[in-house]
């Protein structure tokens, strides 16, 4: 979603013209993240719509203000570029979505790591890595248990996640070390790692 909303250029960067030899990787899980993150965002730009729309109207009754006129125009143009933003993101996760179908692994949480999961979340909830989202907790498992499989021993792991508040605490960051897999807040973070290694 930072592709898609712009947060990233380095990502998408990386993405859309990758020049370095990584293979990328994903969680199926993610997909359904990004869609329902993008109809969060749908959501508040309606929301945000109709509140300026309330502020035009209210407007619209003050005749002798020219303030209240020029606001009135401001306003009556955000509701245009509301719309467009979140058609731009909306075409921008697509674009995403479509370049990380053709360009990236797409790795899947097995029964087992989900029953596990499902069973830690119902009866334990304290005890899931991630607190209060159940997504980032699957995506979690579904990183570090790929990153266990026999096949991937020995290769170099990183993960990148802007999302600091959930990923970036001492204990998902101790789970993704056990499994070999080095986190980064940003993709310049990575690169810069990446980089310094040769």
Known sequence: MSVAKGQD???EQLLYN?????SLFIPDICYIEAISTYKLEQKNAV???????????????DISSTHAQSLLQNLEQSLIENTELINDIKSR???AIEKLNNQAQIISLDSSSLKEL???ALAEPDNLLVRNDIIDNLILQCIISHANLPNNSGQEKAFISGNSNDFNTSGVKKALRNAGIKYFTSTQH????FNSRT
């Open 118 to 120: 499902c069973q830690t």
């Open 18 to 22: 990758p020049t370095i030899s990584v």
């Open 9 to 11: 250029l380095l990502a």
């Open 47 to 61: 929301y945000f719509d109709e509140s300026i729309r309330k502020k035009i109207r209210e407007l619209k009754r």
């Open 93 to 95: 996760l697509y674009d």
């Open 190 to 193: 990575f690169l810069d790692w």
